[in-house]
Antibody, heavy 120, light 107 residues
Framework: EVQLVESGGGLVKPGGSLRLSCAASGFTFSSYSMNWVRQAPGKGLEWVSSISSSSSYIYYADSVKGRFTISRDNAKNSLYLQMNSLRAEDTAVYYC?????????????WGQGTMVTVSS | DIQLTQSPSFLSASVGDRVTITCRASQGISSYLAWYQQKPGKAPKLLIYAASTLQSGVPSRFSGSGSGTEFTLTISSLQPEDFATYYCQQLNSYPRTFGPGTKVDIK
């Protein structure tokens, strides 16, 4: 079964750090680029970051650039998001998502999400 | 950056109704547009990619059209399980922006 499972969310104080993980199974993880998408409570979807299959290409939303770092370990079938200098506005459910080049890069596989709460 | 707008932001409809949602891009994106359905507490689900291609397993009452800057998602006969929020997303360039969403509610 194709699956993405996020972990690492929790409550953190403003200015703090958190590292999210996404474990992939059921597909050839090393062949696919990966993304993080977040959704603040009651709000819409916001794309956060993308990383290519070999980590050669990395992109960030302006809202997280310089504070978040995306990475992956293809040997462990895992995707990561290191979040530093967290702000209240980073409070959201964070999803990892996998696009398929055959589907014009649409995100066809999503994890269940992990909640990050930034509050004092 | 490419901005996406959706209209309406909210619509109230009845089972059996035909529903159309519009997504407009701030610049041309060819057919690099996807539509997602999201229900409360759940991850988004891909419905349509390449503007008009139905994802495997998605009911045929869903259809998409458009290219360039204007796109539509149509549900030909709304079913109880279709009450949800719908998002468009452009995949032409980074950042991979989403539209603000359209919530479809029960009339």
């Amino acid at each position: 079964e194709v699956q993405l499972v996020e972990s690492g969310g929790g409550l953190v104080k403003p200015g703090g750090s958190l590292r999210l993980s996404c474990a992939a199974s059921g597909f050839t993880f090393s062949s696919y680029s990966m993304n993080w998408v977040r959704q603040a409570p009651g709000k819409g979807l916001e794309w956060v970051s993308s990383i290519s299959s070999s980590s050669s290409y990395i992109y960030y939303a302006d809202s997280v650039k310089g504070r978040f770092t995306i990475s992956r370990d293809n040997a462990k079938n895992s995707l990561y998001l290191q979040m530093n200098s967290l702000r209240a506005e980073d409070t959201a459910v964070y999803y990892c998502a996998s696009p398929d080049q055959l589907l014009h890069d649409a995100f066809d596989i999503w994890g269940q999400g992990t909640m990050v709460t930034v509050s004092s | 950056d490419i901005q996406l707008t959706q209209s309406p932001s909210f619509l109230s409809a009845s089972v059996g109704d035909r529903v159309t949602i519009t997504c407009r891009a701030s610049q041309g994106i060819s057919s690099y547009l996807a539509w997602y359905q999201q229900k409360p507490g759940k991850a988004p689900k891909l419905l349509i990619y390449a503007a008009s291609t139905l994802q495997s397993g998605v009911p045929s009452r869903f259809s998409g059209s458009g290219s360039g800057t204007e796109f539509t998602l149509t549900i030909s006969s709304l079913q109880p399980e279709d009450f949800a929020t719908y998002y468009c997303q452009q995949l032409n360039s980074y950042p991979r922006t989403f539209g603000p969403g359209t919530k479809v509610d029960i009339k």
